[in-house]
T-cell receptor, first 118, second 110 residues
Framework: DTGVSQDPRHKITKRGQNVTFRCDPI?????LYWYRQTLGQGPEFLTY????????KSRLLSDRFSAERPKGSFSTLEIQRTEQGDSAMYLC????????????????FGEGSRLTVL | LAKTTQPISMDSYEGQEVNITCSHN???????ITWYQQFPSQGPRFIIQ???TKVTNEVASLFIPADRKSSTLSLPRVSLSDTAVYYC???????????FGAGTRLFVKA
């Protein structure tokens, strides 16, 4: 399967612990996105990378959240000092570059990493 | 930012055509309209994208009137497996923040 891969699929942690999620995008895609989704809501944009550069970052991404994409390949999303409100599905998506900034093109999503903070 | 408005939920029966309308009154001139489908515990999946008039692919059609202030996703002959949440999105001018609304929950009954 050459789709977007996320790991781990499920993570249960205690409040105050740090967690890290990994996303492996489709190999030829230079754009990578992170979203957070809570039950009954649509995905909320967190951050966007074009290659290794983090070009957009939501205000939702507090100083406890950090994302990286070294060498423009896989990406990691780290949450420090987790809180119960961080419990959600964390989704990664990738897409290929298009010349038109009005058209994000087709986003290919992974199956998500579900975080439960006790 | 172009905000989208969709019905919260819709019910249908197998074999019927389903039309889900999305309002995007302040869509920018060059913005595209995109629809995604999401099943429980899975990431959203791209269905269709368009700019104006009508677009059709193997799973759906997208109708966009001339003023582009709304769009309608049409699913022909739905089956039980089409039960999902459907999101309408409008590209954000000048950036890449793809904003999802709450979506429309479609329930297909036998």
């Amino acid at each position: 399967d050459t789709g977007v891969s996320q790991d781990p699929r499920h993570k249960i942690t205690k409040r105050g612990q740090n967690v890290t999620f990994r996303c492996d995008p489709i190999s030829e895609h230079n754009r990578l996105y992170w979203y957070r989704q809570t039950l009954g809501q649509g995905p909320e944009f967190l951050t966007y990378f074009q290659n290794e550069a983090q070009l957009e970052k939501s205000r939702l991404l507090s100083d406890r959240f950090s994302a990286e994409r070294p060498k423009g390949s896989f990406s990691t999303l780290e949450i420090q000092r987790t809180e119960q409100g961080d419990s959600a599905m964390y989704l990664c998506a990738s897409s290929s570059h298009t010349w038109d900034s009005h058209n994000t093109g087709e986003l290919f999503f992974g199956e998500g990493s579900r975080l439960t903070v006790l | 930012l172009a905000k989208t408005t969709q019905p919260i939920s819709m019910d249908s029966y197998e074999g019927q055509e389903v039309n889900i309308t999305c309002s995007h009154n302040n869509i920018a001139t060059n913005d595209y309209i995109t629809w995604y489908q999401q099943f429980p515990s899975q990431g959203p999946r791209f269905i269709i994208q368009g700019y104006k008039t009508k677009v059709t692919n193997e799973v759906a059609s997208l109708f966009i009137p001339a003023d582009r202030k709304s769009s309608t996703l049409s699913l022909p002959r739905v089956s039980l497996s089409d039960t999902a949440v459907y999101y309408c999105l409008v590209a954000i001018t000048g950036g890449f923040k793809t904003i999802f609304g709450a979506g429309t929950r479609l329930f297909v009954k036998a």
